[in-house]
């Protein structure tokens, strides 16, 4: 019997059994066909610099009546919208007693040697864990740049919060504080004779801390 060429139809065919296709494509996974044959994917391309938390479950894309290319994204903790590479954090704030400010958040962090977890007093915050916090308005107390050697910058932010009870909870801040007293900790003399560098607790904030939460 003389041998004989098979012809395979380009495209995948999922409308018919695998059996019932014959001559054609019923399963493939990254490929594309190009000049009726099948050609793997020269691989994947970065869309952007940013990162999401969680894992996203649901994605919807449209176009406003402005040309504006929009992409909603919702994860199991946030809820984003990308636009031109740039992803926006949308996660609406919480209904009810969402935000806190001063006097109730005044010196509301309470900060320790070597450790980057900062506990966070605010009476009756009614978070649970998993929930988020922004604050805004954070200052230095005494140091102008600084609390317990933690950048200023970095309280000013979005933070996933752990709750100890009804009026604490912690957050985890990028840099491990690194003020402290006692013997080759701080400046020659703080602290007394053979104290040694103990983690002492420095508590900072400012007046007019704001505290929103998700």
């Not at 041998?3 to 296709?21: C, E, M, S």
């Not at 806190?100 to 977890?117: K, L, Q």
């Not at 709750?163 to 985890?172: L, Q, R």
């Not at 801040?173 to 080759?184: D, R």
């Amino acid at each position: 019997m003389p041998l004989q060429k098979i012809q395979f139809k380009p495209g995948v065919n999922r409308d018919q059994t695998n059996y019932a296709n014959e001559g054609g494509w019923y399963e493939c996974d990254k490929i594309r066909f190009r000049s009726g044959y099948p050609q793997k994917i020269g691989g994947w391309l970065r869309y952007g610099v940013f990162t999401i938390l969680g894992a996203c479950r649901s994605m919807f894309n449209w176009v406003t009546s402005y040309g504006d290319n929009l992409m909603a994204l919702g994860t199991n903790k946030k809820v984003y919208i990308e636009n031109g590479r740039a992803l926006y954090d949308i996660t609406p704030l919480r209904a009810e007693n969402s935000t806190f400010t001063s006097p109730a958040t005044d010196d509301c962090f309470t900060v320790t040697f070597g450790s980057n977890v900062v506990l966070v007093t605010i009476v009756n915050h009614e978070a649970t864990t998993g929930d988020f916090v922004t604050f805004s308005g954070v200052v230095g107390t005494p140091n102008p740049d600084s609390l317990g050697g933690i950048p200023i910058s970095e309280f000013n932010a979005n933070f996933e919060v752990t709750v100890i009870d009804d009026d604490n909870f912690t957050i985890v801040m990028p840099t491990t504080a690194i003020f402290g007293n006692g013997w080759n900790v701080g400046t020659w003399g703080t602290g007394t004779w053979g104290r040694g560098g103990s983690p002492d607790i420095i508590i900072g904030g400012g007046t007019d801390i704001t505290a929103e939460f998700e």
